[in-house]
């Protein structure tokens, strides 16, 4: 199993411009969720899926989009990137809801300028 | 929300002494409580858990225990070594509280040789 994968793995954008951050999985887990790691600020949970198809807001949603079309699926999307979304992103998925292991996936460090 | 609070920020130990990493939470609902290190430039990785109903739980020299009623938990690492040095993240979560896993902001530790 490859486990938890995220594309790309660094990216820088121009303020204003629109990405999609992509996040797979192959364990067959129905949570998904995105978080940003800042420095001194742990890991705040953006969005998150308990299932295909339901999506739900996080701690810092403003900005950001998901959709849960497939079980294995959670692109995060930035519809007009600004300064204060340069941050690590993680991708995260679990067996059932959040009270499981969160296995994360590698990360993607995004650049805003 | 819950809101969860981590002490200290950076702690810098002896090689072979102890580690003690406290946090405290705010919702009383909150019953999964899971630690996760992360080693600089990784994803987090969980290290140990412990659920509402038991007071605390080992596993080798790490150890976790929980006091519900002061709402707050605490990791014990025994016998530090140079490769225990990371981030340190509590986390909990409430089930009904939409399934939020909230972290909180991280302790450095730093095991001197």
């Known amino acids: 199993n490859a486990g938890v994968t995220q594309t790309p793995k660094f990216q820088v954008l121009k303020t204003g411009q629109s990405m999609t951050l992509q996040c797979a999985q192959d364990?067959?887990?129905?949570?998904m969720s995105w978080y940003r790691q800042d420095p001194g600020m742990g890991l705040r949970l953006i969005h998150y899926s308990v299932g295909a198809g339901i999506t739900d807001q996080g701690e810092v949603p403003n900005g950001y989009n998901v959709s849960r079309s497939t079980t294995e699926d959670f692109p995060l999307r930035l519809l007009s990137a600004a300064p204060s979304q340069t941050s690590v992103y993680f991708c995260?998925?679990?067996?059932?809801?959040?009270?499981?292991?969160?296995?994360f996936g590698p990360g993607t460090r995004l650049t805003v300028t | 929300g819950e809101n969860v609070e981590q002490h200290p920020s950076t702690l810098s130990v002896q090689e072979g002494d102890s580690a003690v990493i406290k946090c405290t939470y705010s919702d009383s609902a909150s019953n999964y409580f899971p630690w996760y290190k992360q080693e600089l430039g990784k994803r987090p990785q969980l290290i140990i858990d412990?659920?509402?109903?038991?007071g605390e739980k080992k596993d080798q020299r790490i150890a976790v225990t929980l006091n519900k009623t002061a709402k707050h938990f605490s990791l014990h690492i025994t016998e530090t070594q140079p490769e225990d040095s990371a981030v340190y993240f509590c986390a909990a979560f409430d089930n009904n509280a939409g399934n939020m896993l909230t972290f909180g902001g991280g302790t450095r530790l730093m095991v001197k040789p």
């Open positions: 995260a998925s679990s067996v059932g809801q959040g009270f499981d292991e969160q296995y």
């Open positions: 412990i659920r509402s109903n038991v």
């Open positions: 364990m067959n887990h129905e949570y």
